[in-house]
T-cell receptor, first 114, second 118 residues
Framework: SQQGEEDPQALSIQEGENATMNCSYK?????LQWYRQNSGRGLVHLIL?????REKHSGRLRVTLDTSKKSSSLLITASRAADTASYFC??????????????FGKGTHLIIQP | DTGVSQDPRHKITKRGQNVTFRCDPI?????LYWYRQTLGQGPEFLTY????????KSRLLSDRFSAERPKGSFSTLEIQRTEQGDSAMYLC????????????????FGPGTRLTVL
């Protein structure tokens, strides 16, 4: 079963605009990760935010995490055509010991219009 | 290229046939994961290994699915008696075991094997 739910399911914006995607999850987490998947290609890790962090930046990416609301957002600033892809949030359970598999949401399909 | 590799990239088979996929992780990674992704969905975790030990297999979809990692390096995922519902992308990922000071479970994915069952 999938824990995360991204919102919106699809987003179309003009090149240069900012894109914001949201993710909600259900259980206590150790960290939350965002991945990008281009059509027909594998997943690429974008950024990881730990449960004790509230905001993190990486280049044009900004991620926030609100553990009280069990939600996260991914902001892509100054979007480019190459940002067209599906974006997934993935969580790691806060269980002790082993490394459980990632639990992914259904993704947000982002289209950047030139 | 030192990333995760998967073979084959595409597989077309007839219903009832067995198929086997291979994954070669990043060489220094001791954890290896298998996921399945169907159209319009995020990946779904199936199983994972730490070295040669399969530590989680309850998420495998049925007893037709099995995975091995005999020497703690590459892994294989086998699906027996394939069904049309098995058609999907099968993704492999690898990671390093948790090290103090590093975040838990940052995974690196391969390009996937796309299975089509006719």
């Amino acid at each position: 079963s999938q824990q995360g739910e991204e919102d919106p399911q699809a987003l179309s914006i003009q090149e240069g605009e900012n894109a914001t995607m949201n993710c909600s999850y259900k259980t206590s987490i150790n960290n939350l990760q965002w991945y990008r998947q281009n059509s027909g290609r594998g997943l690429v890790h974008l950024i990881l935010i730990r449960s004790n962090e509230r905001e993190k930046h990486s280049g044009r990416l900004r991620v926030t995490l609100d553990t009280s609301k069990k939600s996260s957002s991914l902001l892509i600033t100054a979007s480019r055509a190459a940002d067209t892809a599906s974006y997934f949030c993935a969580t790691v359970a806060n269980s002790g010991g082993g490394a459980d598999g990632l639990t992914f949401g259904k993704g947000t399909h982002l289209i950047i219009q030139p | 290229d030192t990333g995760v590799s998967q073979d084959p990239r595409h597989k077309i088979t007839k219903r009832g046939q067995n198929v086997t996929f291979r994954c070669d992780p990043i060489s220094e990674h001791n954890r290896l994961y298998w996921y399945r992704q169907t159209l319009g969905q995020g990946p779904e975790f199936l199983t994972y290994f730490q070295n040669e030990a399969q530590l989680e297999k309850s998420r495998l979809l049925s007893d037709r699915f099995s995975a091995e990692r005999p020497k703690g390096s590459f892994s294989t995922l086998e699906i027996q008696r394939t069904e049309q519902g098995d058609s999907a992308m099968y993704l492999c990922a690898s990671s390093l075991a948790q090290v103090v000071g590093l975040a838990k479970n940052e995974q690196f994915f391969g390009p996937g094997t796309r299975l089509t069952v006719l």
